[in-house]
């Protein structure tokens, strides 16, 4: 199961942008966030269909924002924080932080 | 021509996200904030038709990040800044920070 993943320099702000615009997505890199580190993809909404998850690893992917390694018959997703903090010093933050405080406000609005 | 705004807590992460993943949207909202005040809509991207204008439009506006003001004929168009910053404290100054240090590398990336 090959993959490929952008580079750092090739990280371009509308794919950020567009990748985060999901609920499920932006959950995703929350969750990443707070992990600090790899988690199967298995482990995440296991009430979503296999290809519906597939999809959005591949918007995560391709916009920079998640590193997909297999192992074994899985992947592993980990957050590339460093490189999005490189390409876009404090934006993650910021998402994180915007993320948080709806999360607080408004329970449901993040899924 | 009757158009409907989200008030301010009816502002939501992932559509604003979703709102600004587009590169025409970004660059609007990038000018609407470098200009401060309202702009007629016919200002923007002479190039580009009017239905696929409309949209983008719509798209930012039922995200919450612009207003539009109807003016005889024209719609007025000027940035929802308050309303952001008080949803999203910081969000839309880290996506301008970061559209602008983009831009200013890559100007082939941001139209």
Same mark, same amino acid.
């Given at each position: 199961?090959?993959?490929?993943?952008?580079?750092?320099?090739?990280?371009?702000? &509308?794919?950020?942008?567009?990748?985060?615009?999901?609920?499920?997505?932006?959950?995703?890199?929350?969750?990443?966030?707070?992990?600090? #580190?790899?988690?199967?993809?298995?482990? %995440? %909404?296991?009430?979503?269909?296999?290809?519906?998850?597939?999809?959005?690893?591949?918007?995560?992917?391709?916009? #920079?924002?998640?590193?997909?390694?297999?192992? #074994?018959?899985?992947?592993?997703?980990?957050?590339?924080? &460093?490189?999005?903090?490189?390409? %876009?010093?404090?934006?993650?933050? +910021?998402?994180?932080?915007?993320?948080?405080?709806?999360?607080?406000?408004?329970?449901? +609005?993040?899924?």
């Amino acid at each position: 199961m090959a993959v490929t993943h952008p580079t750092r320099d090739q990280i371009q702000l &509308d794919n950020l942008f567009a990748a985060l615009g999901n609920p499920l997505r932006l959950q995703v890199v929350r969750e990443l966030a707070a992990d600090g #580190g790899e988690r199967r993809c298995s482990s %995440f %909404f296991p009430e979503v269909a296999k290809s519906t998850l597939t999809h959005h690893w591949r918007v995560l992917r391709e916009a #920079g924002l998640i590193c997909q390694r297999p192992s #074994g018959r899985e992947l592993l997703l980990s957050l590339r924080r &460093d490189d999005v903090e490189a390409r %876009f010093p404090g934006l993650l933050d +910021a998402v994180l932080g915007a993320a948080e405080s709806e999360s607080a406000k408004d329970p449901a +609005a993040v899924r």
